[in-house]
């Protein structure tokens, strides 16, 4: 239920509390937004650098998202470079403002590998569930506006 790289909740974790979170909604039709994010060109730090460097890149991504997101807020490392977000009780606009403030926040985060500075930037999506969306719909939405 926990990636071991990470300590972040891991894919059969998010499976779990999406499963959960998209009943509640489905009762209360209270907003939830679901966010994707990827490390971008993660596979360039890893061959330039180095799989310890990479390792380390998603240790710092994970506490750096995790620490900009509420208790109520849900983050999971799902495979890869690649993250996922549930946010109960915020709607896509909201959502988007938090998730900007964290790509900020990464990108200007000062990486450095054997005194080489490294440039780390995310990519992400955010939807809002709405109508008759699935949840692999939703994922499937954001996965796409990566």
């Known amino acids: 239920m926990r990636d071991v790289l990470t300590q972040l909740p891991n894919r059969e974790a998010y499976q779990i509390h999406l ?3 998209y009943d509640r909604w489905q009762r209360y039709r209270r907003p939830l937004s679901l966010v994707v994010c990827d490390i971008d060109h993660f596979k360039s730090v890893n061959d ?3 799989h ?3 390792d380390k890149v998603l240790r710092i991504i994970a506490r750096s998202i995790a620490s900009r997101l509420r208790k109520t807020d849900f ?3 799902i495979g890869g470079e690649e993250f996922v977000m549930l946010m109960p009780e915020t709607n896509q606009q909201s959502a988007y403002q938090v998730i900007d403030n964290i790509r900020k926040a990464i990108a200007q985060c000062p990486f450095h590998f ?3 500075p490294v440039a780390i930037t995310l990519s992400l999506g955010v939807t809002e569930v709405d109508g008759d969306d ?3 719909a939703a994922f499937a939405k954001d996965d796409k506006a990566i």
Do not use: L, M, P
């Open 19 to 21: 499963t959960q979170e």
């Open 48 to 50: 330039t650098f180095g």
């Open 52 to 54: 310890q460097a990479g």
């Open 75 to 77: 983050i999971a490392r």
């Open 114 to 116: 054997k005194e080489h």
């Open 134 to 136: 699935k949840t692999d």
